[in-house]
């Protein structure tokens, strides 16, 4: 429920605090006071768009703070405090800031959240509507949804199943027609696939035998080079024609230091390490001598290793810079190969499980159907017994749920209980309204059969009946009794006065008869110095509402006649008031 309303720089408001409680409050004013102001203010809380033409006239920022109770919303709290928001004492201040630049601002509990996420926030809080809902109810969609409020959980349930299964549906629908219409080129690809494979398959290499075959060949082409050099290497360690050599050396350096081992130990360590020098010597000499003795040429060989290679390279231009690259491609493409000999299977498989998901599709938007048409009858008449009260006695609210016939097996055609019918993202029904003004009269859509007083009394009548399935603690109407006058004005205060008995009701009105069943009255009053016009929010006492009322009747606060009118109605109206 909202508890205070703040507005700052918004339109004619320089600066205005407006306090709420529960039941019915209405809002009047002279024409051009800035009564809308606060319909746009509670407009910009919920998230609304804002126009940089409401920020008051040199004021640099419009501000919007409303005070809203949670403690029956513990859904909007936990909400709240997801955002960073602060809930103190089971409150929540919610905030806007439109700038005179175009920058807008949203805060949640003081928290800086974007717009979008305020309008989440807000959504649960506060129904509005305004003059312009009466046309939108003239939309079929808007009826369709409207009845769907009403049905509650027996259309809720088979419409969410509906909307999942359609999803499923497209889907399916646009894979296969992806997988269809690229057969050809899926065959083009798994022919070049199956060349590329077969051409490895007769290669046959072996993971890393590229690299192998690199040292081998490098080792057989330079094989003499290669012998050469390793017999210097084995005449320099172990000489066989008595030249100097390493091995000598170095046992003439060991004989040396044990001929005074015996003098100092440390030579003695010396000479032992000399002779494991030795050791070593000796057996990398022989190494050196059997790697040299197993260099051969050998051409035969090199040319087998060279066309090997060719081979091998061959696949590593098209496939890979490696063998083991080529080997991954090749494993990869059996993989889509395999995929790609299957596009007929899959394609079979695709059709099945799109004609059985349509069969479901279609149970379901039969059940969808069914639902609906039982809270057609539900919500019709209940919305005819609203429209009996608001001074319509002999109106008669009919709900037609039907579908549009569609050729058979064209596209966003289904089959449901034996007919084809064009199918969207809500079912296969369309939603139409129809009213009856008068006894014997025909009933017609609302676009064509009601008057602007009688579409402003329906738009009510299918409010009252939804408030019971609706969990919005606050309904703000600005001007729903547009085109309403004598006898069906007091119906329309009377019942918005019910409506308030399980709501928080705000009320931007014209009409007397309806601000006499408020129980709290603002008036937004202006002023102005010849420079500036100023308006502000006042909550009207019982002498200043005699006043208002009477203002509101014949023009004049002052008149006798009028006053009196005044008392009579405020007198009337207080047993049906929703806190009397």
Do not use: C
């Not at 609304?48 to 403690?71: F, H, I, L, M, P």
């Not at 299964?165 to 050809?184: F, G, I, K, N, T």
């Not at 010396?270 to 990398?284: G, I, K, P, V």
């Not at 395999?338 to 079979?348: A, F, K």
């Amino acid at each position: 429920m909202l508890e205070e309303i703040r507005i700052g720089s918004l339109g004619v408001i320089e600066s205005s605090t407006l306090e709420l409680g529960p039941g019915l409050t209405v809002i009047t004013g002279e024409t051009g006071a800035g009564k809308t102001m606060l319909v746009t203010a509670l407009g910009l809380l919920l998230g609304g768009r804002a126009d940089t033409g409401t920020v008051r006239t040199g004021a640099k920022t419009a501000r919007v703070e409303g005070v809203v109770s949670v403690a029956t919303l513990p859904t909007v709290a936990a909400a709240v405090e997801d955002v960073g928001g602060a809930v103190e004492d089971d409150r929540v201040v919610l905030a806007r800031n439109v700038s005179a630049e175009g920058r807008s601002r949203a805060f949640a509990g003081g928290a800086s959240v974007p717009v979008a996420v305020l309008a989440e926030l807000a959504a649960p809080l506060v129904a509005l509507h305004g003059q312009a809902d009466q046309h939108r109810l003239l939309a079929p969609r808007t009826q369709r949804d409207a009845l769907d409020r009403f049905a509650g959980e027996s259309v809720a349930r088979p419409l969410a199943r509906y909307v999942e299964q359609r999803v499923r549906l497209l889907s399916v629908e646009a894979e296969l027609a992806e997988v269809s219409s690229a057969a050809r080129e899926r065959a083009r690809e798994a022919d070049l696939l199956r060349f590329g494979l077969d051409e490895i398959a007769a290669v046959e290499p072996r993971p890393g035998e590229d690299a192998e075959l690199s040292a081998e060949e490098a080792r057989l082409g330079f094989a003499d080079t290669l012998r050469a050099e390793a017999e210097r290497a084995r005449e320099a360690l172990s000489s066989e024609q008595g030249e100097p050599d390493a091995l000598g050396a170095s046992a003439a350096a060991r004989t040396a230091l044990e001929s005074v081992r015996e003098h100092d130990a440390e030579a003695g360590e010396l000479a032992d390490r000399l002779a494991e020098l030795t050791y070593l010597l000796s057996d990398l000499a022989a190494d050196v001598a059997s790697y040299a003795s197993g260099l051969e040429t050998d051409p035969q060989r090199l040319a087998v290793v060279s066309e090997r290679r060719a081979a091998l390279t061959a696949l590593t231009r098209k496939y890979g810079d490696t063998i083991d690259e080529v080997l991954a491609w090749a494993e990869q493409s059996a993989v889509r190969l395999s995929d790609l000999d299957d596009t007929d299977g899959r394609i079979d498989r695709l059709r099945e499980e799109a004609a059985a998901v349509r069969i479901d599709l279609a149970k379901t938007a039969e059940a969808l159907t069914s639902a609906r048409t039982k809270a057609a009858g539900k919500l019709a008449k209940q919305v005819s017994e609203e429209l009996g009260l608001l001074a319509m006695p002999d109106a008669r609210l009919t709900i037609e749920v039907r579908s549009q016939e569609a050729e058979p097996r064209s596209p966003g055609a289904l089959l449901v209980g034996g007919r084809w019918v064009r199918f969207g993202s809500a079912g296969v029904d369309e939603v139409e309204l129809q009213l009856a003004a008068n006894p014997g009269a025909p009933a017609r859509p609302l676009a064509k059969g009601a008057s602007g007083g009688e579409l402003s009394r329906v738009m009510l009548a299918i409010e009252v009946a939804l408030a019971g399935t609706s969990p919005v603690p606050t309904f703000v109407f600005d001007e729903v009794d547009a085109g309403v006058g004598g006898r069906a004005a007091v119906e329309v205060g009377r019942r918005l006065a019910e409506l308030a008995r399980t709501a928080q009701v705000l009320v931007v009105t014209h009409l007397p008869q309806v601000a006499a069943y408020a129980d709290r009255h603002v008036v937004v009053e202006k002023s102005s110095d010849g420079t500036i016009t100023t308006s502000g929010l006042t909550v009207l006492d019982a002498v200043a509402r005699e006043r208002e009322l009477s203002r509101m009747f014949a023009g004049m606060d002052e008149s006798d006649t009028a006053l009196a009118h005044a008392r009579e109605l405020l007198e009337s109206a207080a047993p049906g008031r929703a806190l009397s």
